[in-house]
């Protein structure tokens, strides 16, 4: 099994050689979704796909079901992926799974930051302090979904980005 300096070196070559391909892809092929197409935005849908696939390499690695590095490099904030590592087993379908890994990862990231929130807005009101911003952070969480789906030239890069950062990270460990 390849340590994390394999792949994460794996990740940022890759994204260098991505960010071209994309870029000309899109140029040559001019992809749409629905009405919307990406070739009026070339730079801005690469930038969006090697973003999302940089950090779906990096920190929504499909190792952050062990004590790896890409867990520490949450910081204070890897408590959060506690309950995951306890949840998932390692190289599962949950975890290494072409498509299912990185959007499982997501959607927990999604439900944990709602967590805190929901812990900080309580500790907030118990202490005494303000909730406000707890309460923008509902706020901005809760429209996070309406805007992907009302903007399939913004959702459909980052899942293109978080699904082939998960998929070079599984073709990896096979061989």
Not at 11 to 40: D, H
Request: proline letters at 6%.
């Amino acid at each position: 099994m390849p340590n994390y300096k394999t792949h994460d070196g794996i990740t940022i070559y890759s994204a260098c050689a991505l960010g071209p391909v994309c870029y000309w892809a899109i140029n040559q092929y001019a992809p749409t979704v629905g009405e919307y197409a990406f070739t009026s935005a070339p730079l801005t849908t690469t930038l969006l796909v090697v973003g999302a696939y940089l950090f779906s390499g990096l920190l929504l690695s499909n190792d952050l079901d062990t004590y790896s590095r890409p867990y520490r490099r949450w910081g204070p904030l890897r408590i959060l992926w506690y309950p995951y590592q306890r949840l998932v087993a390692h190289r599962s379908v949950l975890s290494h799974g072409v498509l299912i890994g990185p959007l499982l990862r997501v959607f927990y990231l999604y439900v944990m930051v709602e967590v805190l929130l929901f812990a900080v807005y309580h500790g907030a009101v118990l202490t005494g302090y303000s909730t406000q911003m707890a309460q923008t952070g509902f706020h901005m969480v809760a429209n996070v979904f309406p805007y992907l789906v009302a903007h399939p030239q913004v959702s459909v890069p980052l899942l293109v980005g978080l699904v082939l950062g998960g998929i070079t990270h599984s073709i990896v460990d096979w061989f």
